[in-house]
T-cell receptor, first 118, second 116 residues
Framework: AQKITQTQPGMFVQEKEAVTLDCTYD???????LFWYKQPSSGEMIFLIY??????QNATEGRYSLNFQKARKSANLVISASQLGDSAMYFC???????????????FGTGTLLAVQP | GAVVSQHPSWVICKSGTSVKIECRSL??????MFWYRQFPKQSLMLMAT?????????EQGVEKDKFLINHASLTLSTLTVTSAHPEDSSFYIC????????????FGQGTRLTVV
């Protein structure tokens, strides 16, 4: 079974500072993908970053980077130079990867509400 | 990225009526679509997985006779909430993937359902 755990229900960060949002996971799939999504108050899910379990390097996308530690089963999101517009709910998600063609379901953590303070 | 359009964005209905929510992939063929439900300040809970041309696979605890899912084409899946009750009020959101080795899931804008 798959499980995603986000232990931080809420976080505050000062504008222009960096913040780390924690995510740990558990899976029996040999190959899997890890995702981070941002959900502003409007409700849409905005894809931020993706890390494959066999990727050698940590993923980066602009101000977002993923601190992937496979042995610890953690995939923390780091947001650098926080902006007021970063205030939102952030979800960590995971899916098993079946390269035979099947599409596995995406499972979400409980989310972390980030508030960026001016 | 690919575009998934969900309609309507919000809907209010009376108890006992049925409501249909559409999820369309606009610029790709979605072999698989997922339907999620989200209560306020909570995570997305997967309701069912919908594969084109076959019956949906429902998660444990989700009533398949109440939440009817149809995936008749590679670009459209529908969720019908039958005999809606106030406790069905929630945010419903769909996502779609191209399948195969595609890793990313693209989300619709979500539908806020209020049953009065």
């Amino acid at each position: 079974a798959q499980k995603i755990t986000q232990t931080q229900p809420g976080m505050f960060v000062q504008e222009k500072e960096a913040v780390t949002l924690d995510c740990t996971y558990d899976t029996s799939d040999p190959s899997y993908g890890l995702f981070w999504y941002k959900q502003p108050s409007s409700g849409e899910m905005i894809f931020l970053i993706y890390q494959g379990s066999y990727d050698q390097q940590n993923a980066t996308e602009g101000r977002y980077s993923l601190n992937f530690q496979k042995a610890r089963k953690s995939a923390n999101l780091v947001i650098s130079a926080s902006q007021l517009g970063d205030s939102a709910m952030y979800f960590c998600a995971m899916r098993g990867l079946n390269y035979g063609g099947a599409t596995n379901k995406l499972i979400f953590g409980t989310g972390t509400l980030l508030a960026v303070q001016p | 990225g690919a575009v998934v359009s969900q309609h309507p964005s919000w809907v209010i209905c009376k108890s006992g009526t049925s409501v249909k929510i559409e999820c369309r992939s606009l610029d790709f063929q979605a072999t698989t679509m997922f339907w999620y439900r989200q209560f306020p300040k909570q995570s997305l809970m997967l309701m069912a997985t919908s594969n084109e041309g076959s019956k949906a696979t429902y998660e444990q605890g989700v009533e398949k006779d109440k939440f009817l899912i149809n995936h008749a084409s590679l670009t459209l899946s529908t969720l019908t909430v039958t005999s809606a009750h106030p406790e069905d009020s929630s945010f419903y959101i769909c996502s779609a993937t191209e399948g195969g080795q595609s890793t990313e899931a693209f989300f619709g804008q979500g539908t806020r359902l209020t049953v009065v």
